[in-house]
């Protein structure tokens, strides 16, 4: 079974509510650029500041790769072409026939999270 899921670069998660299985799969490099790129964003680094002082709500968390979380979700910079890239990533799927915006940030909200997501990708939809 586990190398079926191999096969279709699934990702198996725990999100507290039970196993959840979804049909999208960042590469970990571009995951490592996310990464990397909060330390260029100023409000992910005072969420991270606040983290380590305790000053903020248990929504707020640091992964063990030192990136932030929210909801256990990666948190995608204020970077325009970082986020517009990760969702024409999703866009261009195989597996995807044509993922109309409701599916686009069903897939990406498993993983990832910024403040107004949800519209951005309706944007992107609307504009491709």
């Given at each position: 079974?586990?190398?079926?899921?191999?096969?279709f670069e699934l990702w198996?998660?725990?999100?507290?509510?039970?196993?959840?299985?979804?049909?999208?799969?960042?590469?970990?490099?571009?995951?490592?650029?996310?990464v990397e790129a909060q330390?260029?964003?100023?409000?992910?680094?005072?969420?991270?500041?606040?983290?380590?002082?305790?000053?903020?709500?248990?929504?707020?968390?640091?992964?063990?790769?030192?990136?932030?979380?929210?909801?256990?979700?990666?948190?995608?910079?204020?970077?325009?072409?970082?986020?517009?890239?990760?969702?024409?990533?999703?866009?261009?799927?195989?597996?995807?026939?044509?993922?109309g915006n409701t599916k686009?940030?069903?897939?990406?909200?498993?993983?990832?999270?910024?403040?107004?997501?949800?519209?951005?990708?309706?944007?992107?939809?609307?504009?491709?």
């Amino acid at each position: 079974m586990h190398a079926v899921i191999e096969d279709f670069e699934l990702w198996l998660g725990w999100e507290g509510h039970g196993p959840c299985l979804y049909s999208i799969s960042a590469r970990p490099m571009f995951i490592q650029r996310i990464v990397e790129a909060q330390v260029h964003d100023e409000f992910l680094e005072k969420v991270k500041t606040q983290l380590v002082k305790g000053e903020v709500n248990e929504n707020w968390s640091i992964h063990i790769d030192g990136s932030v979380r929210f909801k256990g979700k990666l948190c995608v910079p204020r970077d325009v072409e970082l986020r517009n890239e990760l969702v024409a990533d999703v866009h261009r799927t195989e597996y995807t026939i044509y993922p109309g915006n409701t599916k686009m940030y069903q897939d990406l909200k498993g993983q990832f999270w910024w403040s107004g997501m949800k519209r951005d990708i309706a944007q992107f939809v609307a504009n491709c």
